[in-house]
Protein backbone atom coordinates (compact mmCIF):
# COMPACT_ATOMS: atom_id res chain seq x y z
CA UNK A 1 0.00 0.00 0.00
CA UNK A 2 2.65 2.47 0.78
CA UNK A 3 4.38 1.77 -2.84
CA UNK A 4 1.05 2.74 -4.22
CA UNK A 5 0.81 6.04 -2.25
CA UNK A 6 4.49 6.67 -3.58
CA UNK A 7 3.79 5.97 -6.79
CA UNK A 8 0.60 8.18 -7.34
CA UNK A 9 2.20 11.04 -5.28
CA UNK A 10 5.65 11.08 -7.54
CA UNK A 11 3.56 10.86 -10.58
CA UNK A 12 1.61 13.82 -9.94
CA UNK A 13 4.56 15.77 -9.01
CA UNK A 14 5.70 15.91 -13.02
CA UNK A 15 2.25 17.02 -13.93
CA UNK A 16 1.94 20.91 -14.47
CA UNK A 17 -0.52 22.42 -12.07
CA UNK A 18 -2.45 25.85 -13.36
CA UNK A 19 -1.31 28.17 -11.23
CA UNK A 20 -1.85 32.11 -10.62
CA UNK A 21 1.91 32.20 -11.45
CA UNK A 22 1.39 30.17 -14.84
CA UNK A 23 -1.95 32.11 -16.25
CA UNK A 24 0.10 35.52 -15.24
CA UNK A 25 3.35 34.29 -17.22
CA UNK A 26 1.17 34.43 -20.59
CA UNK A 27 -0.13 37.98 -20.20
CA UNK A 28 2.76 39.28 -22.13
CA UNK A 29 2.71 36.70 -24.68
CA UNK A 30 -0.98 37.53 -25.01
CA UNK A 31 -0.56 40.90 -24.98
CA UNK A 32 2.01 41.42 -28.18
CA UNK A 33 -0.45 38.64 -29.91
CA UNK A 34 -3.25 41.19 -29.77
CA UNK A 35 -1.36 44.22 -30.52
CA UNK A 36 0.08 41.89 -33.83
CA UNK A 37 -3.18 40.61 -34.53
CA UNK A 38 -4.85 44.67 -34.86
CA UNK A 39 -1.56 45.84 -36.55
CA UNK A 40 -2.03 42.52 -39.10
CA UNK A 41 -5.56 43.31 -40.36
CA UNK A 42 -7.07 46.60 -41.67
CA UNK A 43 -10.77 45.89 -41.47
CA UNK A 44 -13.31 44.90 -38.72
CA UNK A 45 -17.06 44.21 -37.97
CA UNK A 46 -18.61 47.29 -36.47
CA UNK A 47 -21.43 46.74 -34.63
CA UNK A 48 -24.20 49.41 -33.52
CA UNK A 49 -27.72 49.67 -32.81
CA UNK A 50 -30.23 51.09 -35.23
CA UNK A 51 -31.72 54.84 -34.61
CA UNK A 52 -35.46 53.72 -34.92
CA UNK A 53 -35.37 50.53 -33.78
CA UNK A 54 -32.56 49.66 -31.49
CA UNK A 55 -31.76 46.49 -33.27
CA UNK A 56 -27.90 45.29 -33.95
CA UNK A 57 -26.06 46.40 -37.08
CA UNK A 58 -22.95 44.88 -38.35
CA UNK A 59 -21.20 46.31 -41.15
CA UNK A 60 -17.36 46.27 -42.17
CA UNK A 61 -15.26 49.31 -41.77
CA UNK A 62 -11.32 49.97 -42.28
CA UNK A 63 -9.56 51.29 -38.86
CA UNK A 64 -6.34 52.35 -38.22
CA UNK A 65 -4.73 52.73 -34.36
CA UNK A 66 -4.44 56.30 -32.95
CA UNK A 67 -1.56 55.37 -31.18
CA UNK A 68 -1.26 58.78 -29.55
CA UNK A 69 -5.11 59.06 -28.45
CA UNK A 70 -5.05 55.03 -27.73
CA UNK A 71 -7.67 54.47 -29.81
CA UNK A 72 -9.06 53.51 -32.89
CA UNK A 73 -10.21 55.62 -36.19
CA UNK A 74 -12.82 54.71 -38.50
CA UNK A 75 -13.11 57.30 -41.84
CA UNK A 76 -17.32 57.01 -42.29
CA UNK A 77 -20.01 58.90 -44.53
CA UNK A 78 -23.02 60.24 -43.56
CA UNK A 79 -24.82 58.57 -45.46
CA UNK A 80 -24.11 55.40 -43.62
CA UNK A 81 -26.53 53.67 -41.23
CA UNK A 82 -23.53 52.61 -39.20
CA UNK A 83 -22.76 56.42 -38.39
CA UNK A 84 -26.15 57.29 -38.06
CA UNK A 85 -26.39 54.85 -35.24
CA UNK A 86 -23.12 55.79 -33.90
CA UNK A 87 -24.55 59.49 -33.52
CA UNK A 88 -27.69 58.35 -31.49
CA UNK A 89 -25.78 55.17 -29.66
CA UNK A 90 -22.26 56.06 -28.82
CA UNK A 91 -21.94 52.88 -27.62
CA UNK A 92 -20.30 50.12 -30.41
CA UNK A 93 -18.70 46.75 -30.51
CA UNK A 94 -16.01 46.27 -32.92
CA UNK A 95 -14.25 42.06 -34.23
CA UNK A 96 -11.05 41.96 -35.58
CA UNK A 97 -10.59 38.35 -36.53
CA UNK A 98 -7.28 36.95 -38.07
CA UNK A 99 -7.65 35.90 -41.77
CA UNK A 100 -8.75 32.20 -42.46
CA UNK A 101 -6.10 29.92 -43.65
CA UNK A 102 -7.05 26.39 -45.47
CA UNK A 103 -4.51 24.31 -43.15
CA UNK A 104 -6.06 25.83 -39.51
CA UNK A 105 -9.30 25.28 -38.34
CA UNK A 106 -11.85 28.34 -37.80
CA UNK A 107 -12.15 27.49 -33.75
CA UNK A 108 -8.57 28.23 -33.60
CA UNK A 109 -8.53 31.92 -35.47
CA UNK A 110 -7.28 34.65 -33.00
CA UNK A 111 -9.59 37.38 -32.55
CA UNK A 112 -10.54 40.53 -30.81
CA UNK A 113 -13.92 41.64 -29.81
CA UNK A 114 -13.27 44.94 -28.28
CA UNK A 115 -16.23 47.52 -26.46
CA UNK A 116 -15.93 51.09 -27.06
CA UNK A 117 -17.75 54.73 -26.97
CA UNK A 118 -18.00 56.43 -30.33
CA UNK A 119 -17.15 60.14 -30.66
CA UNK A 120 -16.76 62.11 -33.47
CA UNK A 121 -13.76 64.87 -32.71
CA UNK A 122 -14.36 68.98 -34.26
CA UNK A 123 -12.82 68.97 -37.77
CA UNK A 124 -10.28 72.05 -36.00
CA UNK A 125 -9.57 70.46 -33.38
CA UNK A 126 -6.43 68.66 -31.84
CA UNK A 127 -8.14 64.88 -31.88
CA UNK A 128 -9.08 65.52 -35.28
CA UNK A 129 -5.57 66.29 -36.96
CA UNK A 130 -4.26 62.98 -34.57
CA UNK A 131 -6.73 60.82 -36.48
CA UNK A 132 -6.79 62.01 -39.72
CA UNK A 133 -2.82 61.04 -39.36
CA UNK A 134 -3.07 57.90 -38.14
CA UNK A 135 -5.51 57.33 -40.30
CA UNK A 136 -3.58 58.45 -43.27
CA UNK A 137 -0.69 56.75 -42.39
CA UNK A 138 -2.25 53.20 -42.66
CA UNK A 139 -4.46 54.26 -45.77
CA UNK A 140 -2.77 57.32 -48.08
CA UNK A 141 -5.03 55.92 -50.99
CA UNK A 142 -8.12 57.45 -48.45
CA UNK A 143 -6.47 60.94 -48.64
CA UNK A 144 -9.17 62.19 -51.80
CA UNK A 145 -11.60 60.89 -49.72
CA UNK A 146 -11.08 62.88 -46.58
CA UNK A 147 -12.02 66.21 -48.36
CA UNK A 148 -15.45 65.02 -49.32
CA UNK A 149 -18.08 66.71 -46.92
CA UNK A 150 -20.04 63.74 -46.16
CA UNK A 151 -17.11 62.20 -44.31
CA UNK A 152 -16.00 62.16 -41.23
CA UNK A 153 -13.37 60.67 -38.38
CA UNK A 154 -14.71 58.63 -35.85
CA UNK A 155 -12.59 58.00 -32.67
CA UNK A 156 -13.60 54.52 -30.85
CA UNK A 157 -12.45 55.05 -27.26
CA UNK A 158 -12.07 50.72 -26.62
CA UNK A 159 -13.44 49.98 -22.57
CA UNK A 160 -12.87 46.75 -22.94
CA UNK A 161 -12.36 44.20 -24.55
CA UNK A 162 -12.21 39.67 -25.06
CA UNK A 163 -9.47 38.20 -26.66
CA UNK A 164 -9.33 34.38 -28.07
CA UNK A 165 -5.91 33.84 -29.41
CA UNK A 166 -6.59 30.53 -30.13
CA UNK A 167 -8.84 27.05 -29.53
CA UNK A 168 -9.06 27.10 -25.24
CA UNK A 169 -7.35 30.65 -25.07
CA UNK A 170 -9.51 33.09 -24.07
CA UNK A 171 -9.03 36.40 -21.48
CA UNK A 172 -10.76 39.59 -20.76
CA UNK A 173 -8.16 42.22 -21.15
CA UNK A 174 -8.45 45.40 -19.47
CA UNK A 175 -8.91 48.90 -20.85
CA UNK A 176 -5.11 50.05 -19.35
CA UNK A 177 -4.14 46.97 -20.96
CA UNK A 178 -5.64 47.53 -24.46
CA UNK A 179 -4.55 51.32 -24.13
CA UNK A 180 -0.81 50.42 -23.61
CA UNK A 181 -1.42 47.75 -26.76
CA UNK A 182 -2.98 50.90 -28.75
CA UNK A 183 -0.70 53.04 -27.40
CA UNK A 184 2.33 50.41 -28.32
CA UNK A 185 4.18 50.54 -25.08
CA UNK A 186 5.31 47.40 -24.09
CA UNK A 187 3.05 45.09 -22.39
Avoid: W
Amino acid sequence: MDSDKRGASSSCKHRPTLTFDVIMSHLPRLGHALRALLQSRRAAALATLGVGDGEPFVSMTPYAIDAAQRCLVIHVSGLAAHTANMAAHPRVSVLVAAGETAQAPVHDLARVTLEGIARTPAPESPEHASARAAYLARFPDAEMMTALPDFRFVTLAIIGARQVAGFGVARSVTPEEIAKILADDSV
